[in-house]
């Protein structure tokens, strides 16, 4: 299971303000006596208690005030007193609703860097597809946003054999050119092949195509995950993960959701074969220094990381992951990005001893990263730092876009933060997850993680709306209480 899908597009956001993102001094030094405003919208009770950090006296529950925010003081050089900031606005009731199973989260002030709410924000657990900001962040830094992934074709042993050597980009399309399939600018077969025709006709070669050779040695090692469920084939979610394919596989170019199939190779290499009447395909290995004849490229990796986000691409996720790896020299196979990623990551100066990467996709339930280890990252993607401002651009957005957007997602008094929040989505048999970003009520602008892992259930969305609209709704003035 992963998340569900819609037509994947994009959204403009307003520019991000740099942020200053390093943790702060604990929220334990505010001043004592504060009157704790409890959300009342979409609140659960839960039987299963979670210990703040102090416990705050029992309030009545209200939406909380349009009273002006008062200004966030500055971080005081060493020495200083802190000075106190009345944060009054708490989530408390919201986040003991079961439908969370174990719940962690993290909140910071976007702007200044403040945290202002956790729970376990430091425990490894499942992501669920929300590692997909990790690989997106890590193809950023090794790759870069204008890295395209390359399909060719050289010459073969003999004039009627060609080579048609896969390079890891399983957005090519078998679809004719001025079709639009799944991945806005994807090559094209029939662009390849007439690229192939002249190309030999240039070089004088009148022997037909007779035989093509389908190398898939670009990528190596298993084509599946055993912790992937075979069932996510069938219902459209991800593919084999091979060097050579079209389409990622679907059966239906033009769908997102569309099944797939059980041999990748086997079906771009008949689609690439129709463009030559009578020649048969086999699979083999282009010999070293033969000659290209042609070749095509996929959109570039600036284009992709919507295209992978936005609709929470499975497939295009382990693409990228996997030329991470190999652009590293980590190796080709899928275990070679449990290595490969946290070296990419690295350079972002964030601490990854804590990391656990099964995949690059989040399908697995082997995965395990801290929720503060997101929410670091995600205030160096609001910040714009490096290239990192590819993610920003390219997140879902609630009640309008991609996994964001289905009618089960912020609906009822949720509604009121539709528009409002940008992320990332997640949804596993034993992890549902949320982070990105908040255009709070008030003005302000919060980044956010929402873990909600173990005994859960597809319900899990909507109490993790709940505990983001929440967020919304306080803003600056959210108590970590």
């Known amino acids: 299971m992963d998340d569900q899908q819609t037509e994947p597009t994009t959204s403009p956001f307003p520019e991000p303000r740099r942020v200053w993102w390093q943790r702060p001094l604990p929220l334990g030094l505010l001043a004592g006596g504060l009157a704790i405003v409890v959300i009342a919208a979409g609140a659960v009770s839960g039987s299963l208690a979670r210990t703040a950090e102090t416990p705050a006296a029992s309030a009545e529950a209200t939406i909380p005030s349009a009273e002006p925010t008062p200004e966030v003081p500055k971080r005081p050089v060493p020495g200083q007193t802190i000075p106190a900031f009345a944060r009054t606005c708490s989530v408390e009731n919201l986040i003991h609703d079961p439908r969370l199973g174990t719940f962690q989260a993290q909140v910071y002030n976007a702007d200044t860097g403040e945290i202002l709410f956790e729970r376990d924000q430091d425990t490894p657990r499942a992501t669920a597809s929300s590692m997909k900001i990790l690989t997106a962040a890590a193809a950023l830094n090794v790759l870069g946003p204008e890295y395209r992934a390359t399909t060719r074709v050289v010459s073969g042993p003999d004039a009627g054999t060609i080579v048609l050597v896969g390079g890891g980009d399983l957005t090519l399309s078998r679809l004719p050119s001025g079709s639009e399939p799944v ?61 050579l394919q079209v389409d990622a596989d679907r059966a239906d170019p033009a769908v997102f959701l569309s099944p797939r199939g059980e041999d990748p190779v086997g079906r771009a290499g008949d689609a690439f074969a129709a463009f030559f009447p009578g020649a048969s395909t086999s699979t083999g290995t282009a010999a070293a220094g033969a000659t290209e004849l042609a070749s095509v490229q996929s959109a570039p990796l600036s284009a992709l990381i919507p295209l992978m986000l936005v609709p929470s691409d499975n497939t295009l996720a382990e693409m990228l992951g996997r030329q991470v790896a190999i652009k590293m020299g980590a190796g080709n196979t899928m275990s070679a990005v449990s290595l490969a990623i946290p ?34 990252l995600y205030m160096k993607v609001g910040a714009r730092e490096a290239n990192l401002g590819y993610i920003r651009d390219g997140l879902a957005v609630a009640g309008q876009t991609g996994t964001l957007g289905y009618s089960n997602r912020f609906t009822g008094p949720n509604a009121v933060a539709r528009g409002h929040i940008w992320g990332k989505t997640g949804s596993i048999t034993n992890a549902y997850t949320l982070g990105g970003f908040i255009d709070a009520a008030d003005g302000s602008t919060l980044t956010f993680v929402i873990y909600a892992t173990g005994r859960v259930s597809e319900s899990a969305r909507q109490g993790i709306d709940t505990v983001a609209t929440g967020f919304y709704r306080c803003g600056n003035s959210l108590s970590n209480y």
């Open 343 to 376: 070296e990419a990551l690295k350079p972002y100066g964030l601490d990854t001893s804590n990391l656990t990467i099964a995949d690059t996709s989040g399908m697995s339930p082997k995965n395990a990263v801290p929720p503060s280890y997101l929410a670091g």
């Open 183 to 243: 991945y806005t600018g994807a090559a094209h077969l029939d662009d390849l092949a007439k690229k192939v025709t002249a190309a030999r006709t240039a070089a004088g070669i009148r022997e037909p195509v007779r035989r093509i050779l389908l190398d898939t040695t670009y990528f190596g090692g298993p084509t599946w995950d055993p912790s992937w469920p075979a069932t996510e084939r069938r219902a459209g979610w991800l593919s084999h993960i091979t060097a």
